[in-house]
Nanobody, 124 residues
Framework: QVQLVESGGGLVQAGGSIRLSCAAS????????MAWFRQAAGKARDFVSA????????YYADSVKGRFTISRDNAKNTVYLQMSNLKPEDTAVYYC?????????????????WGEGTLVTVSS
C-alpha cells in the first residue's frame, strides 16, 4: 500500500509562483511514475505532468509546458511541481498520483494511488 500526501496549495496572484509537494510512503518498487493531475470546478480531471522514477524522464501537458517543472527527491520519496507564471485558468484541485506501471503516466486510468488533492487558486 502506498500513501500520497500533497502540500503547498493556496492562493496566488496571476503571474506568481507556487510549489506543490507530494510525499510518498509505503512500498514502491519497479518502474513506476508519479504524476500530477488537476481538476477545475465542473470539469474533467486532466493530466498536468509526470516523472518516471527509474530515469527521471519528465512529461508535461501542452498547457503547462515552459511554466511548470516537475522534479523529485529520491531520498525523500517526494515529487514537486514548481508552477510559475500562473494564470487564472490554472485554478484547480491538484492531485498527486502514482502509477505502478510507468507506461501509463499520462492517464488517470493508469494511476494506482491518489492523494487527496490540494487547491490552487489563481486570482486575476
Amino acid at each position: 500500500q502506498v500513501q500520497l500526501v500533497e502540500s503547498g496549495g493556496g492562493l496566488v496572484q496571476a503571474g506568481g509562483s507556487i510549489r506543490l509537494s507530494c510525499a510518498a510512503s509505503g512500498r514502491t518498487f519497479g518502474n513506476y511514475a508519479m504524476a500530477w493531475f488537476r481538476q477545475a470546478a465542473g470539469k474533467a480531471r486532466d493530466f498536468v505532468s509526470a516523472i518516471k522514477w527509474s530515469d527521471g524522464s519528465t512529461y508535461y501537458a501542452d498547457s503547462v509546458k515552459g511554466r511548470f517543472t516537475i522534479s523529485r527527491d529520491n531520498a525523500k520519496n517526494t515529487v514537486y511541481l514548481q508552477m510559475s507564471n500562473l494564470k487564472p485558468e490554472d485554478t484547480a484541485v491538484y492531485y498527486c498520483a502514482l502509477a505502478l506501471s510507468a507506461a501509463y503516466y499520462h492517464t488517470q486510468y493508469g494511476m494506482d494511488y491518489w492523494g487527496e488533492g490540494t487547491l490552487v487558486t489563481v486570482s486575476s
